[in-house]
């Protein structure tokens, strides 16, 4: 059961991402590492790195997350 939440958590969180309205962040991914997701992929700036982080922490407050985006 519990590895269903957790591919249910990062399903959400993937999905967080491919529904926001900034494009840049559509093509990330989200994984599942233990007790936290990882963010990973690239965007051009710091500020969408960040709003990546944000979409995906709205989808569970209480997860850790491990922002391994890279910013060309």
Known sequence: MAGLMQVDLSQRAQQALRLSPVHALR???????????????????????QLAQEAVRTVDRTVDIVNAVCVD
């Open 27 to 49: 093509d990330l991914r989200v994984d599942q590492q233990g007790e936290s997701l990882l963010i990973s992929g690239s965007v051009s700036s710091f500020y969408f790195k």
